[in-house]
């Protein structure tokens, strides 16, 4: 495949395209090296959302931490387990301000920094805003409701907000999760969680029961979403980028999930 030059004019032109607008509400999921050479990088990526939906509206990313959470879930896989209890023990607290997102791409680490942005206080599943709704989306997020009604996600999805995929697919989706939320299957069940949080000025290495969630069904979902529903998709560079109602999304995954899982 030629790898393709994306200019921020590239991007601004594939958003407008795509049905980007002032004033909407957008969750975004990234995939910088999906696209080809970006001249400028994630800087760029931003400067286009947030001049594509203007002061009156806002942009939203991912910004989990999910290496803050115990071994035994996976996410140090890499890790002998004699280690466990060493990295329970020293693994440093949740700061919204420092800590660094993992594996959610260059631009939602750029967009937790940049000025104006706000952060969710979970330690683990944290999300980040910037615009007229940011301090809503990101207020209260709390520990055992990651992403259900009054998440950040739930706000999403009263605000009436859209989902932008720039060069990945439904597998990275997490408005979905709101449908896991919603709908009832077979197996749902609730799952012990802890991460390293601040209590009391203290460092504690707290547990929090949650719902248990892993999207190994999402990129089915997205198809047959797709197929039935208004999706729009833009070409951009080396990817495709894909505009969706969140609302109409959710409504269609907790049935699908309902009658498939």
């Not at 967009?111 to 599943?125: E, V």
């Not at 932008?164 to 197996?187: E, F, M, Q």
Request: glycine share 10%; with cysteine.
């Amino acid at each position: 495949m030629n790898r393709k030059i994306v200019l921020k004019q590239d991007i601004l032109a594939a958003l407008k395209k795509v049905g980007v607008r002032k004033g909407q509400t957008i969750m975004v999921h990234t995939s910088l090296s999906s696209l080809g050479f970006v001249c400028g990088g994630a800087q760029v990526v931003i400067e286009a959302l947030l001049e594509s939906v203007g002061a009156d509206g806002t942009i939203v990313m991912p910004s989990q931490s999910w290496k803050n959470l115990d071994p035994t879930a996976g996410v140090h896989w890499e890790e002998p387990e004699a280690w466990w209890q060493m990295i329970r023990d020293n693994w440093p607290a949740y700061n919204r301000d420092i800590t660094p997102t993992n594996t959610m791409g260059a631009v939602a680490e750029m967009f937790r920094k940049w000025p104006g942005t706000f952060r969710s206080d979970h330690p683990a599943r944290s999300v980040a805003a910037n615009g007229k709704y940011a301090q809503h989306l990101t207020s209260d997020h709390d520990l055992s409701n990651i992403f259900g009604e009054g998440s950040p996600i739930g706000k999403l999805y009263e605000l009436d907000g859209y989902v932008l995929l720039i060069g990945v697919g439904y597998d990275k989706n997490t408005s979905l999760h709101l449908a896991d939320v919603r709908a009832d299957y077979p197996g749902k069940h609730d799952c012990l969680e802890y991460s390293a949080i601040m209590e009391n000025g203290e460092r504690v290495w707290k547990g929090y029961r949650t719902l248990f969630v892993d999207g190994e069904d999402f990129d089915q979902i997205g198809a047959a979403f797709e197929k039935e529903c208004s999706v729009q998709k833009v070409a951009l560079g080396n990817g495709i980028i894909t505009l969706m109602k969140q609302r109409e999304l959710v409504d269609f995954a907790a049935n699908w999930i309902e009658r498939n899982r």
